[in-house]
């Protein structure tokens, strides 16, 4: 009892209180300057957010930028396991290869994703100028801008999701080939009727994961693009960064979070409803 | 004949699937080797034609890279011990007794990767002005080990939920105390599961942007992430720093991963030969 003790301690001062402390906060106005004399104001906060434009366009972002990279890492994710699970030399070496994207620092990946997209010395627009004939400033445009932060965002954290699939074919029984295959089916078939409901499971979780974990994301989005341009990639995450900071008013910023919280158990929700393979073997 | 094709399908695939995650770290190494005038030459060489190392040894004398350097390897090797140091006997009672609260504290544990993290980090920046701990190493520190402990917690609980309670028993009655129990026993047979642990928890360190932005506020405490965001505002688009940098900061990640990887397959092999 007592070895538990020092981690008790830890989560419970540094995770469970501030979390308890930023409902309290949510309800008060706080200077960045002076944060020790919060000041009650009611629902003020909340009802300033509801009312706010940017707030929900702020959303909408969110639930593009998780939708959309979820989209693009889970298809990677799976193409790129489906191929690692094949027998051929190189594999291991490459399985590794595969794995460093998930090493490599946000701030590393944000800064690599600049310097190839830059509009004049980028390497990208140096390959496709001959192509397009255009010059693309890949950050500097609403649609381009959020393409580019999707795109990092998969490149940085497919990864995850290509472990998890790969773990899980390794353990789809070869019988189960064996015995379609006597039956006289397809590759195809096999895929569409043995593999994807096999994965089906932890393909379920990990979208969830990374649902969450991208809707949450601040760093990669604020380093990249920094929400712009015209706030076309802020999400509610940046949104509260501005507003305890820029906008000094720390209590606002403790709102958005909870906003944030009630919409993604609201998403889980759905998601379980919708989904739920669990439900479905019964 | 089809067997040629599929080789050939199956190499395109490897060459592909290498090319999309290799080209943005070899084109960035390429790049920092070049003189200011090779970087911003259009259209680009690939390879340098002058290789100069002069990029490196300006971003080392120059700026505060080294300082950020030494921050963040500091705040990562004193929180990865410290981490472990918490998270293995708290892992070991989770598994080995049973109280009141067990195991609600570990299901929180699970869900508390979910929590957006500024609903943290904001409410953590008031306790830390309180504390008066801002702008100082210790507050990434406390508050790196608190993010890295749910997630030992769980890896070690599962190490050691696979481990016989009858090994350690019997090491009782040979008169081993609970804590040589762990010790010597528990521990070396979790290896692999330590050092994921030790992993994750450097990795973290090394990655993390939205505290540090938060609690740090001087040049000299500055870690790498927060530092080379600094550099980009200050001194913009000198891709010359950023450039090495980038390269500078991955580098300590490839190296311990190279050695780890080889541990670890050679820790399976051996518990594979056991068995």
Redesign the interface.
Known sequence: ????L???L??G???????L??IY?SFHF?SSYD??HPKFVGLENYLHLLRNEVFWSDLLNGAIYSFGSVLLQLSLGLV?AL?LN?D?S?RNL?R??????Y???????V???K??LDP??G?VN?ILHPVTGLTINWLGLPGTAMVSAMAVNT?RFFPFVEIALLARLQTIPPSLYEASEIDGATSFQKFLHITLPELSGVMFVVAL?RT?WA??D??LI??LTGGGPMNSTETL?LL??RE?FDNNN?GM??T???F??LF?ILTFALYFKIFNPLRERE | MRKKAT?FI??G??FL??S???T??V??FL?SLKPDSE??R???TVLPHTVILSHYVKLLKETYFPAYFLNSLLVGLITTPLTLL??A??A???TR?T?RG?DI?AT??LF?Y???????G??????M??LQLLNTRASLI??Y???C??FC?WILRSFFLSIPKSLEEAAMVDGASRVQALVKIVLPLSMPGLISCGIFAF?LV??E??LALLFIRSEHLKT??LG??AF?GRIASQ?GY??PA?IL??AP??IV?MIV?RALVRGFLAGATKG
């Open positions: 009892m007592q070895l538990v020092p981690s008790v830890f989560v001062i540094l995770i469970i209180l501030p979390i402390y930023n906060l706080v944060p020790l790129i191929f094949q051929f190189g490459l590794g290869i595969v794995l460093l994207p090493l490599i620092p946000t701030v590393c990946a800064f690599m994703a310097w190839m004049v010395h390497i140096t490149w994961l969450i809707f949450n601040f760093q604020f380093i995450p509260a960064y305890a720390i910023g403790c958005v979070g909870i944030m919280t993604l | 080789r199956t190499y695939l490897a699937t290498a999309f995650i290799l943005p770290i084109w960035t790049c970087i911003l259009y259209p680009p918490i998270a006997p708290g070991y009672s989770l007794f109280y067990r504290f929180f544990l508390s979910m929590v957006p993290l500024l609903l943290l904001l409410p953590m920046f008031m306790l002005s309180r406390l508050s080990v608190a993010f402990l749910p917690l990795v090394w990655n942007y939205t790498l992430p080379m965001v980009m891709w950023l450039l980038i900061m991955i990640l490839l991963f990887q």
